[in-house]
């Protein structure tokens, strides 16, 4: 895990450090309050999402912390990292891989 805790506090600014290069959870999630709102109620209304964006930018912790607020049993989450797939059939086996209980 990386931070900038030393310099951070070497300079005083805030007491709390700001983890990055990994997903993060709880105290370390902040903001996204706008988003996070999105994607639960495109989760409720049965719409699909999918989060492109440049890496490091927050997408893995954002929808855990979506996911983890979901508390309607008949709303399913498939979760999955496609980062590693390199062709259609990688991405096909994982989706079996992760949509089957």
């Known amino acids: 895990m990386r931070t900038f ?9 805030m007491e709390k450090t700001f983890v990055y290069g ?6 370390n999630f902040t903001d996204r309050i706008e988003e996070n709102k999105r994607i639960k109620a495109d989760f409720e209304h049965d719409i699909n999402v999918i989060l492109i964006s440049p890496r ?18 008949m709303i399913k989450v498939v979760y999955m990292d496609i980062y590693d797939c390199r062709n259609e059939y ?8 992760q949509s089957t209980p």
């Open 56 to 73: 490091r930018m927050g997408k893995t912790s954002l929808f855990k912390k979506v996911i983890s607020e979901i508390d309607n049993p």
């Open 22 to 27: 990994m997903s993060v959870e709880g105290n």
């Open 90 to 97: 990688d991405f096909a086996a994982l989706i079996t891989e």
């Open 5 to 13: 805790a030393s310099e951070i506090k070497t300079k005083g600014i």
